[in-house]
């Protein structure tokens, strides 16, 4: 793999002086999601289904546009990394052999007077428990803890196990049971040799995979963050065991967070977070968060994990399978070690959603503006009359915005004063607007205002596409 630059102190982070988030009051964040088409609640005119969000005009481009930032770093750019795009419902013992049927699960607790349900690691006051006290019958006597709604006793914690169940086929019977799956990983590792033979790939490499996940959480909430319906962007690395996946965890600590720094995420407003030992799932060798300081807190945007050799292990001896690999060089067989990097795609976007939010004063107004790489901006281009009375005015930014359309989003709008629509644009994130006006008609030049410096360029029409797509990729560095 590559070697990016290696992060002075990976786990210093946590005791640097907290640097708040980025915006505030969640609210800001929802209320701009609902306003401009980002994010809506899902099935709304019923008056909404907990925990599905839909994702608006906006969101979606947004959305595409982080998946694939993230295919683009970890497959495009890559010889060692290829993708895959497996099922959500795959064979019922895969899930029974991978452990999510025996437990994956979290301490749920519930009101005796309300009957209202919590994760306990969520209540006020149990946030920090490590992982054997959420396992403890006595915690909730011992804490004194009490339901947040009413006051009214909590029952000691019991496991809740968080898969979707439905049936396959016409009968509704144990034997036709399957799962929405709860993570992509299994899809890789079920198709590691199909992929590994056709692929013609030698360990280390990787397999991709960015789909929906589904976990009916206990305690979802804050906005996208923790939804029962989600997107996952997950790679799984299979190395030589030992030392050589040891090294290849540390390796991938920087290039992941240096992803979310490339695509604009304040530095100080991430860190790493090692599990302790009994946090870590019984098989995993290490487990490094990389956390984002949300509104909310410090909470998870993407998990690192060495997980050894039980995946393929399991599933090799679950299947009768030989999962094993050959290394050609050394004439070994050996079961790979899995390295994975597992981002949630909602939980990223969000994330950058909230790291762009600025609030500024320009000329004694507030101006809202989204500093979204272009990469991310759900338009990257608005191409803004000056005077929508001139049709040779509107004519010539309908054929500017065509053309642009042909390589990228572009829009135009003329619903508004100029000022209004450079507002609006500033507000989504669009990163230049293309502006004609009467002197246009004259010299055929027209100008491109940049969204966060604010200035201004005189550039002749036909050049506006090559600038822009300059910028673009003078921005993608
Ligand atoms: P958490 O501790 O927040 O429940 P996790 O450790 O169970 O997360 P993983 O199983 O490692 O999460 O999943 C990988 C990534 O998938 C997470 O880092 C997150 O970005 C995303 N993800 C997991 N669960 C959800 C969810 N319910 N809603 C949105 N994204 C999620």
């Given at each position: 793999m590559s070697h990016p630059p290696?992060?002075?102190?990976?786990?210093?982070?946590?005791?640097?002086?907290?640097?708040?988030?980025?915006?505030?009051?969640l609210d800001t964040i929802v209320s701009l999601s609902k306003r401009r088409g980002f994010i809506f609640p899902s099935s709304e005119i019923y008056g909404g289904i907990n925990a599905v969000w839909d994702y608006g005009p906006l969101g979606v481009e947004l959305k595409n546009n982080v998946k694939r930032a993230w295919w683009r770093a970890m497959?495009?750019?890559?010889?060692d990394i290829v993708g895959l795009d497996a099922g959500?419902?795959?064979?019922?013992q895969v899930w029974i052999t991978s452990g999510h049927v025996g437990s994956f699960s979290d301490p749920l607790v519930e009101c005796g007077t309300c009957h209202r349900r919590y994760r306990l690691d969520e209540l006020p006051g149990a946030e920090d428990l490590s992982a054997t006290d959420l396992r403890d019958e006595s915690i909730v006597q011992r804490l004194g803890l009490a339901c947040p709604a009413d006051e009214g006793p909590l029952s000691p914690p019991r496991r809740f196990n968080l898969m979707f169940k439905t049936h396959m086929g016409p009968v509704e019977e144990d034997a036709a049971v399957v799962y929405l799956r709860p993570e992509t990983a299994q899809g890789s590792y079920v198709n590691f040799k199909s992929v590994q033979q056709s692929s013609?790939?030698?360990?280390?490499f990787g397999i991709a995979q960015i789909g929906k996940s589904f976990r009916n959480e206990i305690s979802p909430g804050n906005f996208v963050f923790r939804m029962r319906e989600f997107e996952q962007m997950e790679m799984q690395y299979f190395v030589r065991p030992g030392e050589v996946a040891a090294a290849a965890f540390e390796e991938w600590l920087p290039a992941r967070r240096a992803w979310y720094e490339r695509y604009g995420?304040?530095?100080?407003?991430l860190r790493f977070r090692e599990h302790a030992s009994d946090e870590l799932?019984?098989?995993?060798?290490k487990a490094i968060d990389v956390e984002y300081r949300f509104p909310f807190g410090w909470k998870e945007l993407e998990g690192i994990h060495n997980r050894g050799d039980f995946d393929l292990g399991s599933h090799a001896r679950s299947s009768g399978e030989n999962l094993e690999y050959f290394?050609?060089?050394?004439?070994e067989h050996f079961i790979p070690w899995i390295v994975e990097t597992a981002a949630g795609a909602d939980r990223a976007a969000f994330t950058f959603l909230i790291d762009a939010y600025h609030e500024e004063q320009v000329r004694d107004e507030k101006r809202v503006v989204l500093r979204l790489h272009p990469d991310l901006a759900p338009y990257k281009v608005a191409v803004l009359p000056?005077?929508?009375?001139r049709p040779e005015i509107v004519e010539l930014c309908h054929r500017i915005k065509a053309d642009l359309k042909k390589d990228m989003m572009a829009v135009y709008d003329d619903t508004a004063a100029i000022g209004k629509l450079y507002r609006r644009q500033d507000e989504i994130g669009t990163p230049w607007c293309v502006t004609v006006d009467v002197d246009s008609l004259e010299d055929g030049a027209v100008t491109i205002r940049d969204r966060d410096s604010m200035t201004q360029e005189r550039v002749p029409a036909e050049n506006v596409k090559r600038v822009i797509l300059d910028r673009m990729e003078a921005a993608r560095g």
């Open positions: 290696a992060d002075p102190a990976p786990l210093d982070a946590a005791a640097r002086p907290d640097p708040g988030p980025a915006v505030a009051d497959v495009q750019e890559r010889d959500i419902l795959m064979h019922p013609r790939k030698k360990v280390p995420v304040e530095p100080t407003r799932a019984h098989y995993a060798k290394d050609p060089a050394t004439e000056l005077l929508k009375k």
